[in-house]
Nanobody
Framework: QVQLVESGGGLVQAGGSLRLSCAAS????????MGWYRQTPGKQRELVAG???????NYADSVLGRFTISRDNAKNTVYLQMNSLKPEDTGVYYC??????????????WGQGTQVTVSS
């Protein structure tokens, strides 16, 4: 059984920073791409940032230059450093990972979500 456990969300004022973490655990053979998605009420879940196993990254235009995604492969953990936060960054942030396990092969897993609220 694979679990993705997120942490680091919270309430912050506009212009502030937060750092999200997501740790994968279980019978993991390897992890391919990992990413962070955001969902706000009435909208579809959208990709915020992604990172490949080799470290290549991509970002949504709305967060480019403000957010940085990184990963620690030894810890099976992905991070999202969020700077210069804006009220429109408010939402539930979900971690996502493309994981190969010994029992189930390759599958995409999701975390439970962590709330980020940016006040104006």
């Amino acid at each position: 059984q694979v679990q993705l456990v997120e942490s680091g969300g919270g309430l912050v004022q506009a212009g502030g920073s937060l750092r999200l973490s997501c740790a994968a655990s279980g019978s993991i053979f390897s992890i391919n791409a990992m990413g962070w998605y955001r969902q706000t009420p009435g909208k579809q879940r959208e990709l915020v940032a992604g990172i490949t196993s080799g470290g290549s990254t991509n970002y949504a235009d709305s967060v480019l230059g403000r957010f940085t995604i990184s990963r620690d492969n030894a810890k099976n953990t992905v991070y999202l450093q969020m700077n210069s936060l804006k009220p429109e960054d408010t939402g539930v942030y979900y971690c996502n990972a493309d994981i190969v396990t010994f029992l189930r092969g390759r599958k995409v897993y999701w975390g439970q979500g962590t709330q980020v609220t940016v006040s104006s």
